[in-house]
Structures are given as C-alpha cells and as structure tokens.
C-alpha cells in the first residue's frame, strides 16, 4: 500500500511540475528531449557521475560500512545531546495531531524525494550547466563533510532513543522497510535531510523559475519543521545540517559560475 500511495504522489507531483511549475508549454519538448537524451547526458556527464557516485557510495556505506564501524564503536553519543536539549523532540511524539502527522509524513517520505530525483533531471533538460554543477558539487561536499560522523559519532534518531512508536510507521505500515534501506537509525549528526533540502532550494533558484523555486523553498520550510515533528531528528542534527549547506552554498556560489 504504501509503495502505490508514494508512486502517486510522485506521479501528482510529476503532472503538477509539469503544467503548473515549469514553463509554459514544457511538456511539448519531452519528445524532443527524449530523441536528444544521449547527448544531452553526454554534455552533462561528469556532474551525473558525481551524483550517481555519491548516492552509490552511501547505499554501499549503509549497508556494509556502517554497522561494522558501528558495532566497533559500541557506543551511542545521543545521550550527550539529551544532556542538554532535554526532551524538547520528544515532546511532540507525545503531542501528535493526526491530520498534521499525515502531512508531515507525507512531506518527508513523498514530497521530499521527489525534489530529489526531479530537480537534477529538470537541471539536465532545461540545460542549465550551473545549477546541476551546483547540485552536484554541494552534494559531494556535503557527503564528505559528514560521512565521518556517521561513521564514527553514531547518534540514534529521536523516536528509537526514546523507544517510542515511528511516526513513518504509523501512517504508511511497511514503509521504514524502504526507508532503512537508504539511511541507517544512527545517521542522525548532521541531518542530510536538512542539508539537501537547502541545496535543492538553492540550486533552483539559479534557473531563475521562480514557480519552481517557490515551491522549493517551501518544501525546504516544512522538511526542516518535518524532521523535528516527526521526532527523527534532533535539533543539534538540524543546526549543524543547516550550517553545513550554507557554508557549501557559500564555497559554490564563490567558486561556480555561468
């Protein structure tokens, strides 16, 4: 069931973009573009290698790397951000509203990934170099940047610290079958979710859509207030996610041009 509930919500999503978000009459050139599509993967080849490396590497450091590193560790450093955030997340497990929970859910496990696939193959198709170079670029470095805290500073999520029941579970049953075959309980410092979420807004709004763009950024909103809703992160992941992705905005913005 939840495999048709994201399929639709995707292929909404996707009708959507289409009509109402890209330029006028956008999807009159799909035919044109699929006819092209070797060689505009061609043009575009080194930042889809980029991309398609990161997200190999992390599916590969999910399923092998990490819970070795993890059971030799031995240790779960939530407790030190326990110490001092207390249970402000925590709170809000215990304060769902049903109606909310749904939506935010359906933010963080539909709407989000759609960002994540649609956003580079908009960047390809409409040919913007620099937005999909940006793309690329502040992913790898994000990676970089916090591939060593999860391999060696595992902090567990909010909801599996506290033992309490997944939101994600609750409202799509089945569904962390396929979340937890991306990401790990203990990937929490710092929160990728936050840190793409701020690079995608970002590297849209290079391509000057402002309809794209707007609805970027409010997915960027509500994924970020999702995270905590939803008691998967903590605050301290989502500070350190967001200053993360201003910094690499600041090293692209500075190094990536036209």
Same mark, same amino acid.
């Given at each position: &069931?939840?495999?048709?509930?994201?399929?639709?919500?995707?292929?909404?999503?996707?009708?959507?973009?289409?009509?109402?978000?890209?330029?006028?009459?956008?999807?009159?050139?799909?035919?044109?573009?699929?006819?092209?599509?070797?060689?505009?993967?061609?043009?575009?080849?080194?930042?889809?290698?980029?991309?398609?490396?990161?997200?190999?590497?992390?599916?590969?450091?999910?399923?092998?790397?990490?819970? *070795?590193?993890?059971?030799?560790?031995?240790?779960?450093?939530?407790?030190?951000?326990?110490?001092?955030?207390?249970?402000?997340?925590?709170?809000?497990?215990?304060?769902?509203?049903?109606?909310?929970?749904?939506?935010?859910?359906? +933010?963080?496990?539909?709407?989000?990934?759609?960002?994540?696939?649609?956003? $580079?193959?908009?960047?390809?198709?409409?040919?913007?170099? @620099?937005?999909?170079?940006?793309?690329?670029?502040?992913?790898? /470095? +994000?990676?970089?940047?916090?591939? $060593?805290?999860?391999?060696?500073? $595992?902090?567990?999520? *909010?909801?599996?610290?506290?033992?309490?029941?997944?939101?994600?579970?609750? *409202?799509?049953?089945?569904?962390?079958?396929?979340?937890?075959?991306?990401?790990? &309980?203990?990937?929490? /410092?710092?929160?990728?979710?936050?840190?793409?979420?701020?690079?995608?807004?970002?590297?849209?709004?290079?391509?000057?859509?402002? @309809?794209?763009?707007?609805?970027?950024?409010?997915? &960027?909103?509500?994924?970020?207030?999702?995270?905590?809703?939803?008691?998967?992160?903590?605050?301290?992941?989502? *500070?350190?996610?967001?200053?993360?992705?201003?910094?690499?905005?600041?090293?692209?913005? @500075?190094?990536? @041009?036209?």
């Amino acid at each position: &069931m939840w495999l048709v509930i994201l399929g639709i919500t995707n292929l909404v999503l996707l009708i959507f973009s289409l009509f109402f978000l890209l330029p006028k009459d956008s999807y009159k050139k799909i035919p044109s573009l699929l006819e092209n599509i070797f060689q505009i993967i061609n043009k575009n080849l080194i930042p889809l290698i980029i991309i398609f490396f990161v997200v190999a590497f992390h599916l590969f450091e999910v399923k092998f790397i990490d819970p *070795v590193v993890t059971e030799l560790i031995g240790h779960n450093y939530a407790n030190i951000i326990v110490g001092f955030e207390n249970g402000v997340v925590h709170w809000f497990s215990q304060n769902w509203t049903p109606g909310i929970l749904h939506f935010f859910v359906l +933010i963080y496990i539909g709407i989000y990934p759609f960002t994540l696939w649609f956003s $580079p193959l908009y960047f390809v198709f409409s040919d913007n170099k @620099r937005a999909l170079k940006s793309l690329a670029y502040g992913l790898l /470095l +994000i990676y970089i940047f916090a591939l $060593p805290f999860y391999l060696f500073v $595992p902090i567990t999520n *909010v909801y599996t610290y506290f033992n309490i029941d997944s939101a994600l579970e609750t *409202v799509l049953p089945g569904v962390e079958t396929f979340f937890y075959s991306t990401t790990t &309980m203990n990937n929490c /410092l710092p929160s990728l979710h936050t840190a793409m979420t701020i690079l995608i807004a970002y590297t849209v709004s290079l391509t000057g859509n402002k @309809r794209l763009a707007y609805f970027s950024y409010f997915v &960027m909103i509500f994924v970020i207030i999702s995270v905590i809703y939803l008691s998967i992160h903590w605050i301290t992941d989502v *500070v350190t996610g967001g200053l993360l992705s201003l910094a690499v905005i600041f090293i692209l913005h @500075r190094y990536i @041009r036209n």
